[in-house]
């Protein structure tokens, strides 16, 4: 079993910045994915950004070149830094960790951004 705890969600301005956390603990193992999907009201949960054990991250096109995943081996962390965020990166942000042929999710934080 693994356990995935989200931090960093909260209020901002447009323009502003976030970053957000998510510790994986319980079965660890080295080779996984692991990330940030989003589900805003209304609408379906969709990718914003993974990264694989190797380092290898992945973005949504509507994030590219405002968000960055980096992950922390030592402490199976994943940050997600988001700069320029904008009204419709609103949502609720999901952790996800997959390995070993499972996914697992995080309870989620949210995220608005608003004036």
């Known amino acids: 079993q693994v356990e995935l705890v989200e931090s960093g969600g909260g209020l901002v301005q447009p323009g502003g910045s976030l970053r957000l956390s998510c510790t994986a603990s319980g079965r660890i193992f080295s080779i996984f994915t692991m990330g940030w999907f989003r589900q805003a009201p209304g609408k379906q949960r969709e990718l914003v950004a993974t990264?694989?054990?190797?380092?290898?991250?992945k973005y949504a096109d509507l994030v590219k070149g405002r968000f960055t995943i980096t992950k922390d081996d030592a402490k199976n962390t994943v940050h997600l830094q988001m700069d320029s965020l904008k009204a419709e990166d609103t949502a609720v942000y999901y952790c996800?960790?997959?390995?070993?042929?499972?996914?697992?999710w995080g309870q989620g934080t949210q995220v608005t951004v608003s004036s």
């Open positions: 990264v694989t054990g190797a380092g290898i991250p």
């Open positions: 996800w960790r997959f390995q070993s042929g499972m996914d697992y």
